[in-house]
């Protein structure tokens, strides 16, 4: 018998609400993904399934390959929020009840550079970027550079960050062999590419993401003491400083975030009023050049 979705007790809808959220950013759904949050029998497990089916027959099918269900072609969530960020928030809110049960969350870990949500991508896109993270596929988009006219990748997603502005999502760009950032509002298309995933091109062999450096910020030398005292109180400062551990991958975006001035001595005080102090460092004093070259700063 069918239970309509204004007659199913809050506690079900709870259950096929995450069922969704796996559909969506796994691309897949097991039954023992339901123990990670709640305590059901394997019967109401079976009838919370037999549930959704029954109310979204055209969301959802079984795999007796994989043993297990996978979201149909055409996936059209019912009970997952329609905002996007209100689809964010409940992810890190089930991502945090995982956590606190002591279990494994098998979603893509998002590394936050700044956590406000200032921008929301399409959640389309969201949802095939986790897919493509979380099972090693290819990916291929047409994106939209500032400097670049639009222009097709094949790309290989490995993560997903947010710098307090904007999302972009961390690559390696197969038939190039480098990794690169890309942000999601720029890319226009999107498809699963028919080719083998590349086992060279994973997380684990980008250098820029696996370095880390440490960033030195200061007051800019020409505010005057009590300006000086202001910006050391608003970051927390010690000892006039603030000392920042940054992946290699992630500094431009930190600098665009703090609005750092580089060329202090030319840039006015109260528009730049933090600085990075970097001149006695060589080793970041190349990243930065590299950077500048790029135009990414």
């Given at each position: 018998m069918t239970i309509k979705v204004d007659k199913m007790k809050d506690t079900i809808k709870e259950r096929l609400k995450f069922l969704e959220l796996c559909l969506l950013l796994l691309g897949e759904f097991k039954k023992s993904y339901f123990h990670l949050l709640f305590d059901t029998k394997r019967a109401q497990q079976t009838k919370d399934l037999r549930a959704y089916e029954e109310e979204c027959s055209g969301n959802i099918r079984y795999c007796e390959k994989l043993k297990r269900f996978l979201p149909a072609a055409i996936f059209t969530p019912k009970f997952l929020p329609k905002d996007s960020q209100a689809l964010?928030?409940?992810?890190?809110?089930?991502?945090?009840l995982i956590a606190n049960k002591g279990e494994e969350s098998p979603f893509h870990r998002i590394e936050y550079i700044s956590q406000p949500f200032l921008t929301a991508p399409n959640i389309e896109l969201w949802g095939q970027l986790n897919r493509a993270i979380t099972r090693n596929l290819v990916l291929s988009i047409n994106y939209a550079g500032l400097r670049k006219k639009e222009t097709?990748?094949?790309?290989?997603?490995?993560?997903?960050?947010?710098?307090?502005?904007?999302?972009?999502?961390?690559?390696?760009?197969?038939?190039?062999?480098?990794?690169?950032?890309?942000?999601?509002?720029?890319?226009?298309?999107?498809?699963?590419?028919?080719?083998?995933?590349?086992?060279?091109?994973?997380?684990?062999?980008?250098?820029?993401?696996?370095?880390?450096?440490?960033?030195?910020?200061?007051?800019?030398?020409?505010?005057?003491?009590?300006?000086?005292?202001?910006?050391?109180?608003?970051?927390?400062?010690v000892d006039s400083q603030k000392v920042v551990k940054c992946k290699i991958c992630n500094i431009q975006h930190l600098l665009k975030l703090t609005h750092t001035g580089l060329d202090y001595e030319q840039q006015e005080a109260h528009l730049f009023p933090l600085i990075l102090?970097?001149?006695?460092?060589?080793?970041?004093?190349?990243?930065?050049e590299e950077l500048k070259s790029k135009k990414l700063i």
């Open positions: 964010l928030a409940y992810q890190k809110y089930v991502e945090d097709s990748y094949t790309i290989q997603p490995l993560a997903l960050v947010h710098n307090g502005f904007r999302w972009h999502v961390r690559a390696f760009v197969v038939g190039e062999d480098r990794y690169r950032d890309f942000v999601l509002s720029r890319i226009s298309q999107y498809r699963v590419a028919e080719i083998e995933f590349y086992s060279f091109g994973v997380l684990e062999n980008d250098e820029k993401w696996n370095s880390t450096i440490e960033l030195v910020f200061k007051p800019h030398p020409k505010l005057t003491s009590e300006q000086a005292t202001s910006v050391e109180e608003d970051y927390g400062m102090d970097y001149k006695n460092n060589p080793e970041l004093t190349v990243i930065l």
